[in-house]
């Protein structure tokens, strides 16, 4: 049997200050919040509580965690702990992980703009995939914490099957 393709259910991203990520995140990117920040014990009488135990061990005591939601139904988790670094670690996208996540905007000079103006950086200039041909644009930026993403003009569909490397 031929495997279908999954569909993108959430993304955990972790932050120093939850508040200011879910003001961020809602009044910059747009996003629904669908759970305010709550704190989540370390314990072993709930569901959510042996989760985070199979997920995380022992000794972390609690955190802070949020909900958010995209235009299309992607879940944004936010986590907060009290302990770890407080920064995003070095940008290295060269190494095995995550590298970025990407979002679609088709005011992309709009959003880029308030992106920085809400404390993140514009990481390179906006570029076209296609100069003088198609209208697909692309930037990464960074957001108040640290945390590269890119914006997309259009759908990655239309991006990339018009060949977007090709000449």
């Known amino acids: 049997m031929q495997p279908y393709p999954k569909s993108f259910s959430h993304i955990g991203i972790t932050v120093p200050d939850i508040d200011a990520a879910v003001a961020f995140y809602t009044d910059v990117m747009g996003w629904y919040l669908v759970m305010a920040p709550s704190i989540v014990t370390e314990e072993t009488d709930t569901a959510i509580g042996q989760m ?4 995380f061990g022992r000794g972390w005591g609690q955190f802070r965690i949020a909900h958010l939601a995209t235009s299309d ?11 770890g670094v407080k920064e995003a670690p070095a940008f290295q996208p060269f190494n095995t992980g ?3 996540f990407c979002v679609q905007d088709p005011d992309i000079e709009g959003l880029v703009a308030k992106v920085v103006a809400a404390g993140g ?8 995939y296609y100069p003088n041909e198609k209208p697909y644009r692309m930037c990464y930026v960074e957001d108040p914490f640290g945390i590269v ?5 259009h759908s990655y569909e239309l991006t990339y099957s018009s060949g977007a490397y090709t000449n």
């Open 52 to 55: 985070c135990l199979d997920v």
């Open 73 to 83: 139904g992607i879940g944004i988790e936010l986590f907060s702990f009290d302990q």
């Open 98 to 100: 995550l590298f970025h």
């Open 121 to 128: 950086k514009q990481r390179m200039p906006i570029r076209a």
């Open 149 to 153: 993403f890119e914006i997309y003009t």
